[in-house]
């Protein structure tokens, strides 16, 4: 059961939501449940304006995420990340700071999410 903390100048103090285990949202889903303001226009990947910096929290390793071209095309364009950085992430398995909130999947990781 992860909990995600948001972050955000658009609120008066930090938010931490428990996403219930097996909860297959996107951190915009969640976001979206909890009436927190993170930004959004098409909901499909595409636009970048949900862009937001995820950070892991404790100890442990995070998790492998992998982007879809997608996500990494809008991150790009967004100027959210570059493509050299990106293609040296891909090659240590990592995923870059910045994501897109409607297409983070939830994975079983308390994390920081600031938009
Ligand atoms: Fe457009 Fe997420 S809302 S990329």
């Known amino acids: 059961m992860p909990?995600?903390?948001?972050?955000?100048p658009k609120q008066k103090?930090?938010?931490t939501v428990y996403a219930v285990a097996g909860n297959r949202s996107t951190i915009l889903g969640l976001a979206k449940e909890h009436k927190?303001?993170?930004?959004?226009?098409?909901?499909?990947?595409?636009?970048?304006?949900c862009a937001v910096e995820v950070l892991h929290?404790?100890?442990?390793?995070p998790m492998a995420a992998?982007?879809?071209?997608?996500e990494k095309t809008a991150l790009v364009l967004a100027?959210?990340?570059?493509?050299a950085e990106l293609d040296e992430?891909?090659?240590?398995?990592?995923?870059p700071g910045w994501r897109l909130a409607c297409q983070y999947m939830l994975l079983d990781?308390?994390?920081?999410?600031?938009f």
């Open 13 to 15: 103090k930090d938010v």
């Open 89 to 95: 992430l891909v090659v240590k398995d990592l995923a």
């Open 57 to 61: 929290l404790g100890n442990k390793q």
């Open 109 to 114: 990781e308390d994390i920081a999410v600031k």
């Open 79 to 83: 100027g959210k990340v570059k493509q």
């Open 66 to 70: 992998h982007l879809t071209e997608k």
């Open 36 to 49: 927190i303001p993170v930004d959004f226009e098409c909901q499909d990947g595409n636009c970048g304006s």
């Open 3 to 8: 909990n995600v903390t948001f972050s955000s």
